[in-house]
């Protein structure tokens, strides 16, 4: 299955700054998930990002406060922008681990290790 | 809408005991089904999954079956370990975007 790095694994931020989180896939991927934890929460989807095209948002999360990046197939970074203290949560990054060729195994879906952000 | 409803825990069972953690969900069409589980401090990893109605899935000795006539996908272990501790996510997968439950927390004392 596929093994992702995500970093950095933790970070304490002040408040109205920025912070890029990156995912990095060992294999090649058609799209990567964002997804948000806040704490004590469940997991919910930020958004989609296919390579050579915009990050599909879902209700409730905009490109100006989370901007996607997803430069080739086995790459992508969020932004979490201006932060406030009620962007503290862990960020995961996901993929569809599929196994590509005649047997398209579908394995699931993989997530990063997150990135626990604290914004003071 | 499509939605995953979990039962609220925590959830505190001696070692050994057997584990029943519910979840029922409401989707459109037959979504691929999935359990996660998350260890304290740690990520997500998949436990188990099934893309079908009557599939059972399993991994590390929980089972869950997908019951299309009850929509119901229960994880269940007949003998829990304390190292089982963790937080236990019920998911639905449509249009290859994930739908979780709320988690329920499982605390196995030894």
């Known amino acids: 299955s596929a093994v992702i790095s995500q970093k950095p694994s933790r970070d304490i931020c002040q408040r109205g700054t920025s912070l890029t989180i990156q995912c990095q896939v060992d294999s090649q991927v058609t799209m990567m998930f964002w997804y948000r934890q806040q704490p004590g929460q469940s997991l919910t989807l930020i958004a989609t990002?296919?390579?050579?095209?915009?990050?599909?948002?879902e209700s409730g999360f905009v490109i100006d406060k989370f901007p996607i990046s997803r430069p080739n197939l086995t790459f992508s970074t969020l932004t979490v922008s201006n932060m406030s203290p009620e962007d503290s949560s862990i960020y995961l990054c996901s993929v569809e681990d599929r196994l590509s060729g005649t047997a398209r195994t579908f394995y699931g879906y993989t997530f990063g290790s997150g990135t626990r952000l604290t914004v003071v | 809408g499509n939605s995953v409803t979990q039962m609220e825990g925590p959830v505190t069972l001696s070692e050994e005991a057997f584990l029943t953690i519910n979840c029922t969900y409401t989707a459109t069409g037959y979504p691929s089904l999935f359990w996660y589980v998350q260890y304290p401090g740690e990520g997500l990893q998949l436990l188990l999954k099934a893309t079908k109605a009557d599939d059972k899935g399993s991994n590390k000795g929980f089972e869950a079956t997908y019951r299309k006539e009850t929509t119901s996908f229960h994880l269940e272990k007949g003998s829990v370990q304390v190292s089982d501790s963790a937080v236990y996510f019920c998911?639905?997968?449509?249009?290859?975007?994930?739908?979780f439950g709320a988690g329920t927390i499982l605390r196995v004392k030894s």
């Open positions: 998911a639905l997968e449509y249009g290859n975007k994930l739908v």
């Open positions: 990002a296919n390579q050579g095209s915009e990050a599909t948002y």
